[in-house]
């Protein structure tokens, strides 16, 4: 198991290229992916009514593939894989430049789901990503004020739900970031009269 530093910044790649396509901010972050999500509302085709209730669908279902995903890939038995994709925010989770998805390999991510979605929806891909997009850029938001800001009034369990999951004693448990939803449906909640220390 990772020891955990809270002061310090992680390396993947010796070369420094590559190791710059690993980290990101805000500001390019919101440029990448909410290019991207003006990008495909403006190809979509769909009636406006239509366009709504799919891009509320798209921001509903990125909360479950949120889960999925940090629950069944990014908590894969460690190793270099592991530690390039996730490991290395548990070590460092004070690291501010890995707290979201850089755009390199963020690009190909949303050609991947565009390619899947479009294989379900056809033409209604377009509005379905712009909302699945602007659902995940609300988690890496989430995600990033969790770790780099104190706790807001009326949106503390936030903090508290994401804090848990960085405790070695509930590694296993807490996935959700944007919401504690799904980790109430798949049994994955800490118990209430648990009281980790907050290492993150």
Same mark, same amino acid.
């Given at each position: 198991m990772l020891t955990v530093k809270k002061e310090g910044k992680g390396r993947i790649f010796e070369t420094p290229v590559l190791?710059?396509? #690993?980290?990101?901010?805000?500001l390019l972050h919101i440029i990448t992916y909410g290019g991207a999500i003006a990008l495909f509302l403006y190809m979509s085709t769909t /009636?406006?009514?239509s366009t709504v209730f799919l891009f509320i669908g798209g921001a509903i279902t990125w909360t479950l593939v949120e889960y999925v995903i940090h629950r069944f890939l990014f908590h894969i038995k460690p190793g270099k894989f592991q530690y390039m994709i996730h490991g290395v925010?548990?070590?460092?989770?004070?690291?501010?430049?890995?707290?979201m998805m850089p755009p390199a390999p963020g690009i190909?991510?949303?050609?991947?789901? +565009?390619g899947l979605w479009y294989v379900f929806f056809q033409s209604y891909a377009h509005a379905f990503m712009s909302g699945f997009l602007t659902g995940y850029l609300?988690?890496?938001?989430?995600?990033?004020?969790?770790? /780099?800001?104190?706790p807001v009034k009326g949106f503390r369990f936030l903090w508290t739900h994401h804090?848990?999951?960085?405790?070695?004693? +509930?590694?296993?448990?807490?996935?959700?970031?944007?919401?504690? +939803?799904?980790?109430?449906? +798949?049994? #994955?909640?800490?118990?209430?009269? /648990?009281?980790?220390?907050?290492? /993150?």
């Open positions: 190791e710059v396509l #690993t980290k990101t901010n805000p /009636a406006p009514l925010h548990h070590e460092y989770p004070r690291d501010k430049e890995r707290l190909l991510l949303i050609l991947f789901f +565009f609300a988690y890496t938001y989430i995600h990033y004020i969790v770790h /780099a800001h104190k804090l848990k999951h960085h405790n070695p004693v +509930f590694h296993d448990k807490a996935y959700g970031v944007s919401t504690p +939803f799904w980790d109430y449906i +798949f049994g #994955t909640m800490p118990k209430k009269e /648990a009281k980790p220390g907050q290492s /993150a």
